[in-house]
């Protein structure tokens, strides 16, 4: 198999982790309270999140394997898992300053 395509899917995962960052990062800046929940909820998402270049190189490596591109699929969809329960967390946590800022 050609390198482009290799390069190609690490410059995949290269765009897909610089999406989660720039969201993480907007996310985080909204939070007024941090609680164990939070911080549990965002080290599931930096979990999933540093298991993608491990993907993206197996994948790479073994010329697109079925079984690879799957992997790489499942640890995207377990990173989307992995944001929305820290976004969740989140929304629990502050869910009292919310209210606080209606009045």
Do not use: C, D, K
């Not at 989140?90 to 869910?95: E, H, K, P």
């Amino acid at each position: 198999m050609p390198l482009r395509f290799v390069f190609l899917s690490y410059v995949i995962s290269f765009v897909n982790l610089g999406i989660y960052w720039a969201n993480h990062h907007h996310l985080i800046h909204t939070v007024s309270r941090v609680n164990s929940s939070i911080i549990w909820a965002n080290l599931l998402l930096l979990f999933f999140l540093s298991l993608m270049p491990f993907a993206t190189a197996w994948m790479g490596e073994s010329h697109f394997q079925p079984l690879t591109v799957a992997v790489y699929a499942v640890l995207a969809n377990l990173s989307g898992v992995g944001y929305y329960v820290l976004l969740v967390a989140i929304r629990r946590s502050n869910r009292i300053m919310q209210s606080w800022s209606l009045l």
